[in-house]
């Protein structure tokens, strides 16, 4: 019979689980937690461990759950693994072949992901977050934010109309009234504060181009024909280091990720086998290595 201590065993995996996640989390986590027995399956514990490892597997898929609803699942999802296993055992399917391979691969990749760790663990140190922090976000320039405000025109023709009028002393906000689509408001046109990568292409390229005061020529989207106006900029306040903590881990780990990957690569004797049969025009898979995130 499964035994459940839910409240204690369910503060502590709420707690921490975020942080076995994935790699980059996991090398914040400064300590192991207890490794409590959470079930029990005919004598054979289920621990908090085999929840966490649970968690980094189904955790993206489960992430819309509540917590505890995340928790219950994911036990329940072990305690059903257990079941099944032990009888597998009883009827000797463990020495199945197939089982035996899966058994190989599944072993590969455990020794993978924990070395992966423990190598990463001696790139991302506290030593390395604060210089990163240092080069790339306090003598970095600030990141900056536009202010401009459009008019939407019905073509092409009309919104090179409308940039020649106020190149020609029109004042925009005569020219936005003049043009401004029935039924809107005066304050349609304003776009607001936004950062370039949060804005579409065709309106961030030449506004974060474009001096205050300026206005565009003839810019199409896919919403239609613009012209546009450049309020001004602002600096972004600089985040705090503990603010940016989790995202520095995440840049330190994948740059320093991949030229551990290339280097190891290179070290290795990689030969792939039946590359010309797997010719894009073969119809079958491309055998290529992936490059490491």
């Known amino acids: 019979m499964s035994v459940f201590r839910l409240p204690a065993i369910l503060a502590l995996f709420l707690a921490v689980s ?21 079930a029990t399956v005919g004598g054979s514990p289920i621990r908090y461990s085999d929840l ?3 968690d980094e597997e189904m955790g993206a898929a489960l ?4 917590p505890q609803v995340r928790f219950q699942y994911l036990l329940g999802m072990l305690v059903d693994r257990r079941v099944v296993a032990m009888e597998a055992r009883k009827k000797h399917v463990d020495d199945d ?31 390395a ?14 990141e900056r934010e536009a202010h401009a405000r459009h008019i939407i025109a019905e073509s092409e023709r ?15 906000d005569a020219a936005a009234e003049e043009y401004r689509a029935p039924g809107s408001s005066g304050d349609d046109g304003d776009l607001g504060w936004f950062r370039r990568e949060d804005m579409v292409p065709e309106i961030a390229e030449p506004v974060f181009s474009m001096k205050p005061g300026d206005v565009s020529g003839p ?9 546009i106006q450049l309020v001004g900029f602002r600096d972004l306040p600089k985040p705090e280091l503990e603010e940016a903590h989790e995202e520095i881990v995440r840049r330190i780990a994948r740059d320093e990720g991949q030229k551990l990957m290339e280097k190891l690569r290179a070290d290795a004797k990689i030969e792939i086998i039946g ?9 079958r898979p491309q055998l290529v290595l992936p490059a490491q995130e």
């Open 219 to 227: 810019v199409q989207t896919q919403f239609g024909w613009h012209v």
């Open 158 to 172: 009309q919104a090179a109309k409308i940039a020649a009028e106020i190149k020609d002393g029109k004042s925009f």
């Open 97 to 127: 072949p197939a089982v035996q391979r899966r058994q190989e691969y599944y072993g590969e990749k455990a020794l993978r992901d924990v070395y992966w760790v423990q190598l990463m663990q001696d790139k991302v140190t506290d030593g």
């Open 63 to 66: 992430a819309q759950l509540e």
């Open 129 to 142: 977050i604060e210089a990163w922090y240092e080069k790339n976000i306090v003598a970095a320039p600030a």
């Open 52 to 54: 966490a490892m649970a």
């Open 275 to 283: 590359a010309e049969s797997a010719a894009p025009s073969s119809g």
């Open 18 to 38: 975020p942080a076995l996640a994935g790699i980059a989390p996991a090398l914040a986590q400064e300590a192991e937690p207890a490794d409590e027995v959470v």
